[in-house]
């Protein structure tokens, strides 16, 4: 009787919540790639979000064998994100976009990074408020765009942007450049360059 407790207090303790938890984490990747166009080899994980309203799913496209454990989230109103192939996009990293963000082939964004198109609000104090009020008054959430400014990201082919770094709309990022740890990017970055800070400089060009 007693080892039979014991059994029993196994599979609830730890059998039975990670079947839940393989249930939950199954349902979320599937969800994920109803929002999306996958190339093949390409996966998702628990932690990952792909935000869709349109429905089109055209609008993120994902290249062979690229990996997303953060988050997709293209606007109501516009936006598209494009992804390569053999790219990685780290753990709570948020990619959003109202016009159009293009990752190249082999990109590796660590965790916790943003990389916005999109000022995401009016600049306007009077405007933004009304904005806000007209969603709230018709249950809306990302499908108006009024005067919000946004402006094109590119990121080209084996570009590293390491932890923590902020990439803002209209910007750039060449061919084989490294960002370093907590940069904001706000201006382009020409190829095969190491840039660093807040904003983000040059601290040197690559050979190689």
Sequence with gaps: M????????????????????????????????????????????????????????ENIIIGESSHIYGELLV?????????????????????????????????????????FDTNSHE?????????????LKNNLTTNIKGNVETAAIVIEDQVWISFNVIILKGVRIGKGSIIAAGSVVTKDVEPFSLVAGNPAKLIKTMTS
């Design 2 to 57: 007693m080892l039979k407790r014991i059994i029993t207090f196994i599979f609830d303790r730890y059998v039975s919540a990670n079947m839940l938890e393989n249930k939950l984490t199954k349902s979320n990747i599937e969800k994920c790639k109803k929002n999306v166009i996958l190339g093949k080899g390409s996966e998702f994980s628990h932690s990952s979000r792909t935000i869709n309203p349109s429905a089109k799913r």
């Design 123 to 135: 600049t306007n104090y009077l405007e933004r408020k009304e904005s806000h009020l007209y969603r």
């Design 75 to 115: 606007f109501g109103y516009g936006g598209k994100i494009k992804i390569g192939s053999f790219s990685f996009i780290g753990d709570n990293s948020r990619i959003w976009s109202g016009e159009s963000i293009s990752i190249g082939d082999h990109v590796f964004i660590s965790h916790n990074c943003n990389i």
